[in-house]
């Protein structure tokens, strides 16, 4: 097996750099109904029914950008892609909670 890869825990600025790059894959790790009710633009809802689907799925090469309630379980979900060789995760500390707060969010 290849080296691990490690992950990023990363603020709102830098997950608004990220969600600008081209084939970014943005994983929103929250239940489906809170989901449903609002996420990041693009995000596709995992859990660990469906992350095997992603993980074959996706690029090991493209950036990453995990988020869940509050920063906690993306940190889970991000060591796991990084043992699958995935080489750019990032964790959003604060998760869509923060995300939601954010000052452009407010506009």
Same mark, same amino acid.
């Given at each position: 097996?290849?080296?691990?890869?490690?992950?990023?825990?990363?603020?709102?600025? %830098?997950?608004?750099?990220?969600?600008?790059?081209? *084939?970014?894959?943005?994983?929103?790790?929250?239940? &489906?109904? #809170? !989901?449903?009710? *609002?996420?990041?633009?693009?995000?596709?809802? =995992?859990?660990?029914?469906?992350?095997?689907?992603?993980? #074959?799925?996706?690029?090991?090469? &493209?950036?990453?950008?995990? !988020? $869940? !309630?509050? *920063?906690?379980?993306?940190? %889970? !979900? #991000?060591?796991?892609? $990084?043992? /699958?060789?995935?080489?750019? =995760?990032?964790?959003?500390? *604060?998760? /869509?909670?923060?995300? #939601?707060?954010?000052?452009? &969010?407010?506009?």
């Amino acid at each position: 097996m290849g080296e691990r890869g490690t992950f990023k825990r990363i603020g709102i600025p %830098e997950a608004e750099d990220i969600l600008k790059r081209p *084939g970014v894959v943005v994983l929103d790790v929250r239940d &489906a109904q #809170s !989901y449903q009710k *609002g996420h990041i633009d693009g995000a596709q809802n =995992v859990s660990t029914r469906n992350l095997g689907d992603v993980i #074959s799925a996706a690029s090991k090469a &493209a950036p990453v950008l995990i !988020y $869940c !309630y509050k *920063g906690n379980a993306s940190q %889970e !979900y #991000s060591k796991i892609l $990084c043992d /699958f060789g995935f080489q750019d =995760v990032s964790s959003l500390d *604060g998760g /869509f909670e923060a995300w #939601s707060k954010r000052p452009a &969010a407010l506009q």
